[in-house]
T-cell receptor, first 118, second 117 residues
Framework: NAGVMQNPRHLVRRRGQEARLRCSPM?????VYWYRQLPEEGLKFMVY????????ESGMPKERFSAEFPKEGPSILRIQQVVRGDSAAYFC????????????????FGAGTRLSVL | AQTVTQSQPEMSVQEAETVTLSCTYD???????LFWYKQPPSRQMILVIR??????QNATENRFSVNFQKAAKSFSLKISDSQLGDAAMYFC??????????????FGKGTKLSVKP
């Protein structure tokens, strides 16, 4: 059973370009979370999605950032017109829906995407 | 709002010895989940151990155990018989028991653990 897959592992963008980060959750998982990790910091929550729905985007900047989790395909975190301050590691985590066997309330993380803005 | 504090930015331990990493948190909820995650240089976040607040018994996973003091809001991680592969950043995290909008993890800033051969 493959874990949470994120790609690319490293993304380089120039200021003003767009960044698209992809996350494929674990098989059977319908909940996806995005976190951002700045250097020397812990992870900070950005957005929580279920299939085709944004449940909580309270941690995501209102401007330039958007996220989606379509019925088919990976979850996408999109950053428009990137600035140097967007340079960070972006992590995706997934968790299973209620009713699936196994330990509850655990989020399984991908290896992250390191975004570098030049 | 809940907060998680890790007061030790860096720790060091001799191989085969025991080390304890500290974590305190602040919450007004009576039920919640606490986690320790390990982040090696590969950056992959790996779940080490999990504790449910309603359980009085401290969680244990092989060489890893926790000391959960609910009244003191303390959740320390003990690593016994430390190995070179334990060297990593360790993050303490809190999660509300509720799903939906409160289900995200709240992380501390981390403790960097070095293991000396």
């Amino acid at each position: 059973n493959a874990g949470v897959m994120q790609n690319p592992r490293h993304l380089v963008r120039r200021r003003g370009q767009e960044a698209r980060l992809r996350c494929s959750p674990m098989k059977g998982h319908s909940h996806v979370y995005w976190y951002r990790q700045l250097p020397e910091e812990g992870l900070k929550f950005m957005v929580y999605l279920q299939k085709e729905n944004i449940i909580d985007e309270s941690g995501m900047p209102k401007e330039r950032f958007s996220a989606e989790f379509p019925k088919e395909g990976p979850s996408i975190l999109r950053i428009q017109q990137v600035v140097r301050g967007d340079s960070a590691a972006y992590f995706c985590a997934s968790s299973p829906p209620v009713g699936l066997p196994g330990p509850k309330n655990i989020q399984y993380f991908g290896a992250g995407t390191r975004l570098s803005v030049l | 709002a809940q907060t998680v504090t890790q007061s030790q930015p860096e720790m060091s331990v001799q191989e085969a010895e025991t080390v304890t990493l500290s974590c305190t948190y602040d919450t007004s909820e009576s039920d919640y989940y606490l986690f320790w995650y390990k982040q090696p240089p590969s950056r992959q976040m790996i779940l080490v151990i999990r504790q449910e607040a309603y359980k009085q018994q401290n969680a244990t996973e092989n060489r890893f155990s926790v000391n959960f003091q609910k009244a003191a809001k303390s959740f320390s991680l003990k690593i016994s018989d430390s190995q070179l592969g334990d060297a990593a950043m360790y993050f303490c995290a809190y999660r509300s028991p509720y799903g939906g909008s409160q289900g995200n993890l709240i992380f501390g800033k981390g403790t960097k653990l070095s293991v000396k051969p």
